[in-house]
């Protein structure tokens, strides 16, 4: 299958200031690709430059096929959400969007018919004829991603889409994200800096630090590669704290057992540095042999943020 | 949400035409330039008055007032121009609606032409208010036809140069208010031969410095047309400073737009 973004050692400078480095990577269609990294990282500059906005300093890259020397073409197949994009507050949303379809070469008909739909599929029917000044943030942010929509792109980026909404937009606007993905069957590049929301729809996930590629892969590979587990919580029957403590004490690959903070019964268990992941699948087979009831369980540094927070702090 | 193949229709409409059509909704739909108007065509009441009373007390010669209510319309409306395109590429930076005009397939230099040209209809409009003043200050002397055309020829020149001065300006600014204090501020530059003292504008330097100054050549052309009655092509020559700065600046705006558009500090 051909990548439908393809970049090979993509650079940007700014006079000495290196703000990307040799970004290779792929994303097939449909992929639902999250961009991550911390203030800095060069994300805005890597979706500006795959949008053309920029020029690469260095290397080359391709969408949909068109070499990043036809940034028209480029164009015509990209929608796009810039990071805290601005709306013209005197405007409706209505002939917001009409604008931007016609700019992308509708007819004025075809440009109402579409604006009108995309105003339908975002949930802004009933404000159409309102000023965006009136809208929410929440609103100004789907109008946005309407706005991505309006030339049927075959690759979305989406800067930093949910900067700043309340747990409710944020679901709404992740929400639109797989319907883009599932229904218009367009690829999305999500930069983003709520992980959670990464684990939630990025199908793959490139970690970004200092303008270099730190990781790349699903969000459970860079998990696992970066953030071997250090230690483990868990909670056991207050009965049996004293015993599930000599137990895992005894368990193979097990370095240290405190007790942990908050509930009656919880601990904590340093993993040995160098034991195997899979170590504390040891330590519970011989919790269950002791007859010690586990109630709760989790590995630490086997999430996303771990990782991210491994990856982009050793650099 | 309807999926769709990314097939789209051929621009019919070239993009510096709907680029130029929402700016004009924008600048007077929006309220901005009727308000701008509005605040031209006091001003020019106020002139118009004052000339007139003035006339009546024999103190101006009729086509005198009309000379200065034109020069007086033609200099604010070339003001109103210079000021909205200052805020053209600057504005949109400032407000964050640049990028997502850059990355349509509109290219840069359409998108240039397109603000030009809602920026020139503020002078179009100023010259539509000047109209009826004109007449009414010129009647009677068959001045009012001479007055308007050369109103709307050097007007235009004179429009068109400062508009694409403010446009170049823009581009570079850091800031809108850089742009708007440094256009304010070259516009004041090119004003200020006017108020040379007459015997500072005689002898082969005074007349060079009118000469060159596209603003005050133009200003000498329709003195010399209305109130000394020359034919048009008589001093056709003090045409040549605005019809060079028109062309050049609106070259050098279409080069710069075209070429360096940029989204400031921090987005190249």
Not at chain 1, 13 to 30: D, H, I, K, M, R
Not at chain 1, 33 to 55: C, D, E, F, Y
Not at chain 1, 129 to 141: C, D, E, F, V
Not at chain 2, 248 to 262: L, N, P, Q, T
Request: aromatic fraction near 6%; glycine fraction near 10%; include cysteine.
């Amino acid at each position: 299958m051909t990548p439908v973004v393809e970049t090979h050692g993509v650079g940007k400078q700014y006079g000495s200031l290196v703000a990307l480095e040799n970004l290779a990577f792929s994303v097939q269609a449909g992929e639902v690709l999250g961009v991550l990294g911390p203030n800095g990282a060069g994300k805005t500059t890597a979706i500006r430059v795959l949008t053309t906005i920029l020029a690469p300093s260095s290397g080359s890259f391709s969408v949909g096929g068109i070499p990043h020397t036809r940034p028209a073409k480029i164009r015509r197949l990209v929608g796009v959400l810039p990071e805290s994009a601005g709306y013209p507050e005197r405007q409706t949303g209505e002939e917001y969007l009409r604008y931007f379809a016609r700019l992308f070469g509708q007819s004025r008909a075809s440009a109402q018919e579409v604006a009108r739909a995309l105003l339908a599929e975002v949930g802004l029917s009933d404000r159409r004829h309102s000023l965006i000044a009136t809208y929410s943030r929440g609103m100004r942010q789907r109008l946005g991603i309407a706005r991505a929509l309006v030339n049927e792109p075959r690759v979305v980026f989406l800067d930093e889409p949910t900067l700043g909404l309340d747990p409710a937009g944020q679901r709404q606007v992740l929400s639109l994200v797989r319907r883009i993905t599932a229904e218009r069957g367009a690829t999305v590049l999500l930069s983003t800096h709520l992980l959670a929301e990464v684990e939630e729809v990025c199908s793959r996930v490139l970690i970004l630090n200092r303008g270099r590629l730190a990781a790349e892969g699903t969000v459970s590979e860079i998990a696992r590669r970066a953030a071997a587990p250090r230690s483990a919580r868990l909670r056991v029957a207050a009965e049996h704290v004293e015993r599930a403590r000599k137990t895992l004490t005894a368990s193979a690959g097990i370095e240290q057992v405190e007790p942990g903070d908050g509930h009656l019964g919880s601990l904590i268990a340093m993993l040995d540095g160098s034991a195997s992941p899979t170590a504390m699948n040891d330590g519970l087979r011989a919790l269950a042999d002791a007859d010690v009831q586990v109630l709760a369980f989790e590995l630490e540094g086997a999430r996303l943020s771990d990782a991210f927070l491994a990856m982009t702090e050793e650099a | 949400m309807a999926s769709a193949a990314p097939t789209m229709p051929q621009r019919r409409t070239p993009g510096w035409a709907i680029v130029g059509r929402q700016e004009l909704r924008d600048l007077w739909l929006g309220g901005r330039g009727l308000l701008l108007g509005l605040a031209f065509s006091v001003l020019l009441s106020t002139i118009a008055y004052l000339t007139a009373t003035n006339q009546a007390l024999n103190f101006l010669e009729q086509r005198e007032s009309v000379n200065l209510t034109l020069q007086v319309a033609i200099a604010v409306g070339s003001l109103l121009v210079l000021l909205a395109a200052a805020d053209a590429v600057s504005g949109e930076r400032e407000r964050n609606t640049l990028e997502t005009l850059l990355v349509t397939p509109v290219s840069r230099l359409h998108l240039t032409g397109g603000k030009l040209l809602a920026a020139l209809s503020l002078w179009l409009a100023a010259f539509v208010i000047t109209i009826p003043y004109v007449w009414f200050l010129g009647r009677g002397v068959g001045v009012v036809r001479d007055a308007l055309a050369t109103g709307i020829v050097v007007g235009t020149l004179l429009a068109v140069f400062l508009a694409s001065l403010g446009i170049i300006v823009s581009v570079f600014a850091s800031s809108n208010r850089v742009s708007l204090a440094l256009s304010l501020f070259l516009l004041l530059a090119v004003f200020a031969p006017t108020q040379l003292p007459g015997s500072a504008q005689k002898g082969w330097a005074g007349e060079l410095l009118l000469r060159v100054n596209p603003l005050t050549a133009g200003e000498h052309y329709v003195g010399k047309i209305l109130v000394s009655g020359h034919a048009w092509s008589e001093d056709a020559s003090w045409l040549i400073s605005p019809i060079a700065a028109a062309a050049v600046f609106s070259v050098a705006a279409a080069i710069v737009g075209a070429r360096f558009i940029h989204l400031g500090r921090g987005g190249s």
